[in-house]
């Protein structure tokens, strides 16, 4: 009796399937063995955590072999409006190079059913918006030609090599001594790549056209062929000198899966997939900044100093503004004195590094002051819907440390 009363009666052990938001504790041991033994250990409860604790990811994951127990994790953000965020990062050129590292979709495993729609809108949107604006970028250049295999029934010359096969049917047996049936490569425009994007685009279209002009990319379009038959995607291989494509024919395949996926599965089904809400805020925190900054400071993202011992988000130089800015997709920063120790080592050990207080010589106060701390502020995700800009006028001060801030930044919701 002792044993069946100390059963775990939550939504897991009963039906094999969990549903949480980012960043809850959870308290089933049976779940907390399952996730450790899952490959998908690291993204679910982050990759330098032991604890029970989920990280910054949300998706769903399957955490067997067999397919029969899968988490689901939403953000803690209700109604977060992911297509505004995605929108709003991919404006930028140099923001899109490393987009695909925020998310990714599995298409080779089972569909999971994800109990409600808003994770499968936000999935639509995000590789969408992804793929049209690297094809927009990719258009400036005109469309990439590959070599074709075409077969021709040739009037008195020969082009690559002749198909004996072909040739004896159609003119030898027949007399048409003028004719040689040829096989060869032709550089074309439509090629299989230009086929998948071209798929990929009106898929797109159907989906968000109207709020995004897809169709203003469909021009580039009229000379290539609507045929595409799935087995070709996974036969496709890039021509060497096209690297540039790859993401891009990428992203266009998943767009293609996914709604085959949609097509073929029962409704709030989708393939496992995770986007890293902590990256995605540190992207749309870069966008932001430029939006407001860029022809006041000079911006540096990503800094590494001392042999990439220490990586920065954010060094920000002018005259008026001088910062070592860091992004923390955390809650408790939305508490009037609320921070976390740890956030406030790691910034602190960067205003000690010399190469990065070097940066910092503009300041009036470097050069009067050896003793010189650069001013240091946290960004973090606000409830206030004020806070839509970076306005450091608005930023608060950690009282406990010298010369250290806290900033809010508004996430879009749905209306």
């Not at 992804?130 to 469309?143: D, P, S, T």
Request: hydrophobic share 35%; glycine share 2%; proline share 2%.
């Amino acid at each position: 009796m002792d044993n069946l009363n100390s059963q775990c009666e939550c939504e897991f052990c009963k039906n094999n399937s969990a549903l949480f938001k980012e960043h809850n504790i959870i308290n089933c041991d049976s779940l907390i063995e399952c996730i450790n033994k899952s490959k998908y250990r690291e993204y679910i409860f982050g990759k330098n955590s032991y604890g029970n604790t989920l990280s910054y990811y949300i998706g769903a994951f399957w955490l067997d072999d067999k397919y029969t127990k899968n988490i689901i994790i939403n953000p803690k953000i209700e109604n977060i409006d992911f297509m505004k965020m995605f929108s709003k990062c991919l404006s930028y050129s140099n923001i899109i190079k490393g987009f695909d590292e925020i998310y990714s979709i599995n298409f080779e495993e089972p569909a999971i059913d994800y109990k409600e729609n808003k994770l499968i809108k936000g999935l639509d949107a995000l590789t969408a918006i992804h793929f049209l604006r690297m094809l927009e970028l990719e258009l400036h250049n005109g469309l990439k030609r590959n070599f074709i295999r075409k077969e021709e029934n040739l009037n008195s010359k020969i082009k690559g090599k002749i198909d004996f096969s072909n040739h004896i049917k159609k003119n030898i047996m027949t007399a048409r001594n003028d004719r040689v049936y040829c096989s060869y490569f032709d550089y074309d425009i439509n090629c299989l790549e230009n086929r998948i994007l071209k798929k990929a685009l009106k898929i797109c279209y159907s989906n968000i056209g109207s709020i995004y002009n897809s169709f203003s990319c469909m021009s580039f379009f009229s000379e290539v062929s609507d045929e595409l038959h799935f087995h070709e995607l996974h036969n496709i291989k890039l021509n060497s000198l096209y690297k540039k494509y790859k993401l891009l024919i990428k992203l266009a395949i998943n767009i293609i899966k996914l709604k085959i996926y949609k097509d073929s599965s029962k409704e709030n089904y989708a393939p496992p997939f995770y986007i890293d809400m902590s990256l995605l805020f540190e992207k749309y925190v870069y966008v932001l900044l430029m939006d407001s900054l860029k022809d006041k400071v000079e911006i540096l993202y990503q800094k590494s100093v001392l042999n990439n011992k220490f990586v920065l988000d954010f060094i920000i130089k002018g005259d008026e503004y001088n910062y070592i800015a860091d992004t923390k997709y955390k809650e408790i920063y939305q508490n009037k004195d609320g921070y976390e120790k740890d956030d406030i080592k790691q910034l602190s050990s960067y205003s000690r590094i010399k190469k990065v207080v070097e940066h910092f010589k503009n300041d009036k106060e470097y050069s009067n002051n050896d003793n010189y701390i650069p001013n240091c502020i946290i960004i973090y995700p606000s409830n206030n819907p004020n806070n839509i800009n970076i306005d450091f006028e608005k930023k608060e001060e950690i009282n406990d440390f010298i010369n250290f801030y806290k900033l809010g930044i508004y996430i879009p919701r749905f209306d």
